[in-house]
């Protein structure tokens, strides 16, 4: 009799472990970076995606209670790499040019992410992407660490490149920006390239002025995207290829413009020997 209820009470302890298990691994592992004012991504996917770039930006409007996305459809940033040829200028699209590259040997650092909510896997903190990209036939080393406090209104992101070939590397230069650009419910918003002068945004007087500061609005709604490196300078262009600002010299660049575009930040980085890194951080 006693034999019986033992095995019986093993069979119920069993069945519970069972269960909990499944109702641990039915609950969603992504990890989205969320603090209830800025979101990366649709909430159900990663917000780093396997090119190490963000998802699509998302910010919540308190006014009408709802998320309002900050690219078209639902496009992720995209990143633009370029590597040799002649570096006389500062900017140029000389060289190796690739847009959004393959990575490999990626690896996640969730170490600083702190998790708000276990079945979405909403939270805020940081997380760090690390991978291996190619260019120019030469082997680089990528790690974006992206940064949301608990109560920021921003999100930052650093870029960092190491080259980890055996060969130095010239004329190195990074852009970051949308294709395609939007704002609330608005895919036409009005673009302004300034800085932010005492924390306030300041049109640039002059196109060929420096502007490290972009300012996306419509009559209701407006975003800043911008970074505090003295190298950065940010271009707008016209929609709806990366591209288009990529490949637009910013001393010669609109001040302003309406209507459906595109934008991007770009910085030349230092030339890398083996083993030597730069970065940049914007937000």
């Known amino acids: ?27 969603a592992q992504n990890v989205v970076l969320n603090n209830g004012k800025n979101r990366i991504g649709n909430g159900a996917e990663n917000s780093i995606n396997t090119s190490g770039n963000m998802q699509q930006p998302f910010y919540f409007n308190t006014s009408f209670g709802l998320w309002r996305k900050l ?15 002649d570096g006389t200028n500062d900017w140029n699209i000389n060289g190796n040019m690739v847009s959004n590259p393959m990575v490999s040997n990626i690896t996640f650092d969730y170490s600083g992410f702190i998790t708000t909510n276990a079945v979405t896997g ?14 120019d036939g030469k082997l680089f080393l990528i790690e974006n660490t992206f940064s949301l406090g608990q109560v920021d209104g921003y999100l930052a992101m650093k870029v960092k490149i190491t080259n980890v070939s ?22 036409g918003p009005l673009e302004e390239r300034g800085n932010l002068v005492n924390g306030a945004f300041q049109l ?9 500061a972009i300012k996306i609005s419509t009559a209701n709604e407006a975003v800043l995207f911008f970074s505090d490196s003295d190298r950065a300078y940010t271009t707008i262009n016209s929609c709806c290829n990366f591209t288009n600002s990529t490949n637009q010299n910013p001393a010669t660049n609109v001040i302003s413009q309406l209507g459906d575009g595109s934008y991007a930040m770009f ?7 083996p083993g030597e890194s730069d970065e940049l951080e914007w937000y």
Not at 1 to 26: H, W
Not at 176 to 185: E, K, L, S
Not at 267 to 273: E, G, I, S, T, Y
């Open 1 to 27: 009799m006693i034999l019986k209820n033992t095995k019986a009470n093993i069979r119920i302890i069993f069945f519970l472990v069972v269960a909990i298990f499944i109702g641990e691994f039915a609950v």
């Open 166 to 187: 055996g060969f130095s590397s010239s004329n190195v230069r990074l852009w970051v920006g949308t294709r395609d650009d939007y704002v609330g419910t608005d895919d």
């Open 71 to 85: 690219t078209y459809s639902s496009y992720p940033l995209d990143i633009r790499w370029g590597v040799g040829g």
């Open 204 to 212: 640039i007087a002059n196109s060929a002025d420096q502007a490290k």
């Open 122 to 135: 909403d939270g805020y903190g940081v997380v760090k992407f690390t991978g291996n990209i190619t260019l």
């Open 267 to 273: 910085v030349r980085f230092n030339d890398l020997a």
